[in-house]
């Protein structure tokens, strides 16, 4: 059987796809590991992963953060959080559970998502979507964000709600809540519709 490939690499964020089982099964591209001390991020323009800042605090992520390709959080995802202005005007983001060490980013991989938080950010909504790593042997069967311990979920929330902090300022962020997979899929399906329009017109 001959496979089709592409000579050049793909851009993470355009060039890929968010999977063809979206939005319970979505692609991930991996931008930072639980083992960075440096937050990374994938450059718009290059598509290549640089160096955004280094994590000002002791918190490491708590799981494999990245985001699903040729998704968007724009207008139809601001909708979906209360009290916030607009959307990020980024690619969603995705937490991705595993029990196997995985310490090398850029790497693409396959997630069942499982629920989200809803996160605001100066007043901009920051979604991050609670996902396993597809075919895990310890987390590969959770189907719903509470099939997950709630000290795991405790992490996620503790990393999010003070990586930006910066000492005698008041914080940015706020976690609002968690959602279940309804939730999370409803975020997901904005998402890939937000950026349909909003890079429609670029292709």
Request: glycine share 8%.
């Amino acid at each position: 059987m001959t496979e089709t490939y592409s000579r050049w690499r793909p851009h993470p964020w355009h060039g890929l796809e968010p999977g063809p089982d979206a939005p319970r099964v979505v692609n991930a591209y991996i931008e930072i590991t639980p083992f960075d001390l440096m937050k990374y991020e994938v450059d718009k323009a290059s598509g290549y992963l640089r160096v955004d800042r280094p994590q000002r605090t002791s918190s490491q992520p708590p799981s494999l953060y990245g985001f699903i390709p040729q998704t968007y959080c724009g207008e139809r995802v601001r909708r979906l959080a209360p009290g916030c202005e607009r959307g990020d005007g980024d690619p969603l983001d995705i937490c991705v559970i595993s029990e196997r060490p995985i310490n090398h980013s850029e790497v693409l991989l396959r997630a069942v998502v499982v629920g989200g938080l809803k996160i605001i950010d100066r007043g901009e909504a920051d979604d991050k979507i609670i996902a396993v790593l597809e075919g895990d042997y310890v987390w590969g069967e959770a189907q719903e964000i509470g099939d997950l311990p709630g000290a795991l979920l405790e992490r996620i929330e503790h990393y999010f709600s003070t990586y930006k902090l910066v000492p005698d300022e008041p914080p940015k962020i706020e976690v609002t809540g968690r959602y279940g997979f309804k939730a999370a899929a409803a975020v997901i399906r904005a998402s890939i519709e937000d950026y349909r329009e909003m890079f429609s017109k670029q292709a």
